[in-house]
């Protein structure tokens, strides 16, 4: 069976006034390398189903890998004795998936031997620079169904695919470099492992940099780390209902600078496109930011109803995810600037920022942040990227250094942690390289 005949089985299976079941099938290869040679290879081939009920207005949930009869029904009954004393809305209706672009009929074939060249190409990158690659290389086919006993049902199909690049010097100084695709034709290993190095091989010894507020560039990974972390504090529709949110009374107020417009966009073409979301409500593009302006949230149905609200088609879980809904898709526009050299162009002294890593919410109503820099950062000095740094320490607000944005690179690049550990959910964020007038620096690091 595919997932959407496994998904309308899982809802006749259910004994309750209402029922919806999300499946997932996931398809995928995964090569980890260290030290210039494959660690690991792990091979997925798996079914997770997901039975939600409603029993007079009360919501239960259960998983299950089995697709039998007996293991759906033993599923749904799980999740009837499992509802909650908690009101529930109801089920929304289910509509036909919208076509896009994010199926690859390539990536879907999960040759390992692709997977085996793109880690070769990278590791003679590597020695030739007399270095060593880190890193990840990973390719997926994900069948997503939503049912419900009302009668409606989707299917989605998507690929994705994804290689990070770590160059360690022989001093321990590192560099990355990361692409991310719905096609494994977004992705360059040779270049990639290039980028990586070129950082980690970087003349000149490490500087310090004394603490204070430094004009900051950062690349496309550092800014989507920023935006992922919004999705946490600013855009979470359930947070804004508790009162907890960033966006709480500033709904329609200046947040950032007017050139920052942000909007969750699932069918963007350079984004990896999703139908909908885990309890079948269609996607579309949503205005988050409008030139500097705050305008929307992300709901589930759980967060839409506490909110007065409608879903946006962000719920993580059948019934809602307890840390809320969160956007998936999430796209920056770009600027004028032909890229990082041309925004470096005018910073006296500051930061180059190629990622941030041990990123942490410290008070999400603030937006206040903590993280250290990694994997490259260099001083910019006189309008130029010049000696590389010690990692920094920082400490700042999300929305604070937004409000400080001078200027944005043309080129939006997609990209993506890349942790993907349970349930593949493949995601990354769009963003262009910035500039920002100024970035609290809190201290070097060991």
Not at 216 to 245: I, K, M, S, Y
Not at 316 to 331: F, I, Q, T, Y
């Amino acid at each position: 069976m595919n997932a959407l005949e496994v998904a309308e089985a899982a809802v006749a299976a259910a004994r309750a006034d209402e029922a919806l079941a999300h499946v997932t099938r996931e398809r995928s290869l995964l090569l980890r390398f260290a030290a210039n040679r494959p660690t690991q290879t792990t091979a997925v081939d798996d079914v997770t189903v997901e039975i939600a009920v409603l029993s007079g207005g009360r919501l239960g949930r259960a998983l299950t890998n089995a697709t039998d009869p007996g293991g759906l029904r033993a599923c749904a009954d799980r999740a009837l004795e499992a509802a909650q004393a908690t009101g529930y809305p109801g089920f929304p209706a289910v509509q036909a998936a919208r076509e896009h672009h994010g199926h690859d009929a390539e990536t879907a074939e999960l040759d390992p031997a692709t997977g085996g060249a793109a880690l070769a190409a990278a590791f003679e990158v590597a020695r030739r620079k007399r270095a060593e690659a880190h890193g990840v290389w990973t390719a997926a086919e994900v069948e997503r169904a939503v049912a419900t006993n009302a009668g409606g049902a989707a299917l989605d199909r998507t690929t994705d695919a994804l290689m990070k690049v770590i160059c360690i010097a022989p001093d321990g100084r590192s560099g990355f470099s990361t692409a991310t695709g719905a096609a494994l034709s977004a992705i360059a290993p040779a270049a990639l492992t290039e980028r990586a190095a070129a950082k980690a091989l970087a003349a000149g010894e490490p500087a310090e940099l004394p603490p204070g507020d430094h004009p900051v560039v950062l690349e496309p990974r550092a800014v989507a780390t920023l935006l992922e972390l919004l999705g946490q504090t600013a855009f979470d529709g359930l947070a804004h209902a508790e009162g907890r949110g960033a966006f709480v009374d500033r709904i329609d107020d200046l947040v950032a600078a007017p050139s920052i417009n942000v909007a969750d966009s699932p069918f963007f073409r350079g984004t990896l496109p999703r139908a909908f979301d885990a309890e079948g409500t269609a996607k579309r593009p949503l205005p988050l930011i409008q030139d500097g302006v705050a305008r929307g949230l992300v709901h589930d149905v759980r967060s839409a109803a506490l909110a007065g609200a409608q879903s946006t088609g962000h719920a993580l879980e059948p019934g809602g995810a307890p840390e809320g809904p969160r956007p998936r898709n999430l796209v920056m526009a770009g600027g004028g600037a032909a890229g990082v050299e041309e925004l470096c162009a005018p910073i006296e002294r500051g930061v180059y920022v190629t990622r941030f890593w041990y990123e942490n919410v410290v008070r999400p109503r603030e937006t206040l942040f903590t993280a250290v820099t990694r994997d490259g950062t260099f001083m910019i000095e006189d309008g130029r990227i010049g000696r590389p740094l010690r990692d920094l320490r920082v400490t700042d607000t999300l929305l604070g250094v937004l409000s400080r944005v001078q200027g944005l690179g043309a080129r939006q690049e997609l990209t993506s942690e890349g942790e993907f550990y349970g349930r593949r959910d493949a995601y990354g964020v769009v963003a262009p390289p910035l500039m920002a007038s100024a970035l609290r620096f809190t201290g070097a690091t060991g």
